[in-house]
């Protein structure tokens, strides 16, 4: 460190390297008074880059803008009196962060794993204008609920003359017809033509059920950035979430505070209504998640999720008498405005009409909210019958992104009820116009496309049941697990499942636990009568396993016998609602720990990490090595740039990056890297990326022997994320060996018989195909 002051006029530094002494590099800044030429010494200092050493630009700049020092009331104790000067954030070096991930993309391929052998389109969408002389979008219905309260909120829904439109493109259009990977990039860019064209929309769902979690796991980005973003751009349509009860935004049960708290940062971040529901309509944990929406200020839309068919006399388990039941408790209960999820669009018009003009006879003051998918092609005739029912509001997603297991239509709607006492009042050019850019914007998600296989509405879900925001998921992992040629047979499959675990409601997470088991049956070439025998000696997926346990609440007519029994056996079983028994999560334990990895982690990643502990800390350490990705155009994050390709990255307002390719090396280094090289702002620079096919060592693991008892293969391919036992160990049948997981789900490989651990063939972190030799028992 060097400072130094020439009279009251001029200030130097010397920037040092403390790893380097041969690096010096001296500023001089003058100017007629102290204050002016430190002001031009901080400027100089903010300029400068140097890159892959550390440097006192930091500490420089603390002296610089402390108060003390610009009055020139220093002396030799200065730096001993101030221990705070050493205090500040490292740099965020952005721009070289966003470069190494462009050269890992060119080098090893996308971070984000594509779906399909599909590339992205090269297309910049157009963005359709909005007037510029109109600075502040129309009010909505957001300014009653920020003015008078949900209550309030919840009358004038019910007072409105005419249907009301909930859009689902920013969340569930997506997530039924893209695996949820539409990018934050995408949705800000057409939200400003949204808050000032559909400000007459009940709300907007942009945010919860499967867009957390995949955006930190896939996309590398920050949900809760998101969030807050969308609110700047859109301050004048409620926001809605999907809320999974005692689930919040996860797959499991959680301690009752995490809940609480979520709900409450949510809230803060721009959150304004919950779809509140359950996967089992297990009312205990329905009503936990009501009461954290509501105690954080937030409208609480409980929601009973559909199943079955009233219509149809000879399906009792789920009949009309059992949702008119439900919709008294969740009114009982607090519930703002009431909702029918149909979340795999099984709710046919005739079905609706009797419905809906049922539970509307019991609660005629409630506004009711109708939400399904179109998987059958059913949807908008669906929706016309529920509002004559009536109905208050309708989810429905705009013309491009709506369809199959995503919404009804959005222009299908309103201009089918143009001229009633349900007319909507919106304009079909604008609606014309928003499907234009979602159009475009579709295409360049091509390679998550639920269309390579769906090419129309399908009615088989009448028999397979699948929800619509789970059927591309499940495609994928399909996909993933060598299944992608069978899809057809998981979707049999899928059937034969639900049967087998007792006709359950299937929604997130207990639509995991069906496709798991889906999964498993076809990977194994079981059938049902298959599973029934041979229940004992199989290891089950563990979702099916903890479902079977009560670990996610009480299905409707209680868990099925004898195949319960069959696979837990003595295994512990949970009674009541799953999350009561848990100890409040210590938040400030957990913040502690996890700032000693990731020092300049928000109370936002910490919520994450709550939830998601291991999806949250690897996202942490993805930002930290690759900057903010989310900056850049979807194409180029997807599949990086070409060669000889100029683009621009704003990363933060006033702060533009110009990038252009200019080449890969072909020889590797010694270290098995190669050098790419860019020029950025019109400097080159370049990144060294190891190439992990080219230094990747052959090794051929050894399968399993299926005729030898003794040795335990794979069930599927993945990661291998615990091993339970060690080499030595005597285990009992059925005892917990490995724990494996593949996209999301996870397996523990039971032991088939009692004996002795003769030998282990992984490690932790051990990625696997199927039927790989995991260990010798004897």
């Known amino acids: ?90 740099s965020q070096n952005r721009a070289q962060k966003l470069l190494s991930y462009l050269g890992t993309v060119l080098v090893n391929g996308p971070s984000t794993p594509l779906a399909t052998p599909l590339k992205p389109a090269e297309i910049k969408p157009h963005i359709p204008a909005i007037p510029i002389d109109i600075l502040e979008p129309p009010r909505g219905l957001r300014q009653i609920l920020l003015e008078k309260g949900p209550e309030e909120f919840a009358k004038a829904v019910r007072q409105h003359n005419g249907l009301l439109l909930m859009d689902t493109t920013f969340r569930d259009a997506h997530q039924s017809l893209l695996a949820t990977r539409i990018r934050t990039h995408d949705l800000l860019n057409i939200s400003p033509y949204v808050a000032h064209n559909f400000h007459n929309l009940y709300s907007l769902e942009n945010w919860g059920g499967a867009t957390f979690d995949v955006a930190l796991r896939f996309l590398h980005e920050c949900p809760w950035e998101r969030l807050i973003d969308m609110r700047k751009a859109i ?59 509501g105690k954080a200020g937030g409208v609480i839309e409980a929601a009973i999720s559909y199943t079955g068919d009233v219509s149809d006399s000879s399906r009792t388990k789920y009949d009309l008498k059992y949702y008119t039941n439900l919709a008294d408790e969740l009114v009982k209960a607090g519930t703002h405005v009431l909702c029918i999820k149909d979340m795999a669009g099984l709710l046919k018009p005739k079905a609706a009409g009797i419905l809906i003009d049922a539970i509307r006879q019991r609660q005629p003051d409630v506004p009711i909210h109708i939400h399904t998918h179109d998987t059958a092609g059913a949807g908008v005739a669906a929706m016309l019958e529920c509002a004559k029912a009536g109905a208050d509001v309708v989810d429905v997603a705009v013309d491009s992104m709506s369809g199959m297991t995503s919404q009804p ?15 909507t009042k919106f304009d079909l050019r604008n609606i014309s116009e928003y499907s234009a850019y979602w159009e475009q914007t579709r295409t360049l998600y091509a390679p998550f496309e639920c269309t390579t296989t769906m090419k129309s509405g399908n009615a088989d879900v009448y028999l397979n049941e699948i929800p619509g925001g789970q059927y591309t998921n499940l495609q994928f992992q399909a996909y993933s697990l060598g299944l992608g040629e069978f899809f057809e047979d998981v979707k049999k499959a899928y059937r034969e499942a639900n049967l087998l675990l007792g006709d359950i409601i299937k929604v997130t997470p207990s639509s995991k636990v069906v496709g798991d088991f889906a999964q498993f049956m076809v990977q194994n070439k079981l059938t049902a009568d298959d599973v029934l025998n041979k229940a004992e000696e199989l290891s089950f ?62 109370e936002k990643d910490v919520m994450s990490a709550a939830l998601y502990p291991q999806v949250t800390n690897d996202y942490l350490h993805f930002k930290e090595a690759f900057g903010p990705v989310d900056k850049l155009e979807t194409r180029i994050f997807l599949t990086g740039p070409k060669v000889g390709e100029e683009f621009d990255v704003t990363i933060e307002k006033g702060k533009t990056l110009g990038i252009k390719t200019l080449a890969m090396a072909e020889d590797l280094t010694v270290n098995g890297e190669r050098e790419v090289f860019f020029e950025m702002n019109g400097q080159l620079r370049s990144v060294f990326i190891k190439d992990k096919e080219a230094v990747k060592e052959l090794h051929i693991h050894p399968k399993a022997d299926k005729s030898n008892k003794n040795q335990v293969g794979a069930p599927m391919p993945g990661t291998v994320i615990d091993i339970r036992v060690k080499v030595g160990d005597s285990v009992e049948k059925g005892a917990a060996l490995i724990v494996i997981s593949a996209m999301k789900m996870e397996m523990v490989v039971q032991a088939p018989k009692a004996g002795k651990i003769a030998s282990l063939n992984i490690t932790q972190g051990y990625k696997l195909e199927g039927d790989d030799l995991l260990l010798t028992m004897e």
């Open 541 to 602: 997926p563990k979702s099916v396993v903890e479902f079977l346990q009560g670990a996610i609440g009480e299905p409707h007519g209680g868990f099925p016998e004898p195949l319960r029994s069959k696979i837990l056996k003595d295994m512990p079983r949970v009674k009541g609602r799953p999350g009561e028994s848990l100890d409040p999560l210590d938040f400030g334990k957990l913040e502690k720990d996890l700032r000693e990895i990731h020092p300049t982690i928000t």
């Open 235 to 293: 301050p004048n349509i409620p926001f809605q979430m999907l809320l999974r009860g005692a689930n919040a935004v996860g797959y499991t049960n959680y301690p009752d505070n995490v809940v609480y708290k979520f709900c409450d940062l949510s809230v803060q971040c721009g959150m304004d209504i919950f779809r509140v529901f359950d996967s089992l309509n297990y009312l205990p944990n329905l009503i936990l998640g009501m009461d954290a929406a």
């Open 1 to 90: 460190m060097g400072i130094r002051l020439d009279g009251a006029s001029a200030f130097s530094g010397a920037i040092i390297s403390p790893y380097y002494d041969s690096l010096l590099v001296k500023v001089i800044a003058q100017a007629g008074d102290l204050e002016s030429s430190c002001a031009k010494m901080n400027r100089a200092l903010r300029e400068f880059r140097v890159r892959g050493v550390k440097t006192n630009i930091p500490f420089l700049l603390n002296v610089l803008e402390n108060q003390k020092f610009l009055n020139g009331n220093v002396d030799t104790y200065f730096i001993d009196e101030n221990p705070q000067l050493f205090k500040f954030t490292p």
């Open 409 to 423: 239509s959005m222009g299908a709607v309103v201009a089918s009820l143009q001229g009633t006492p349900s007319d």
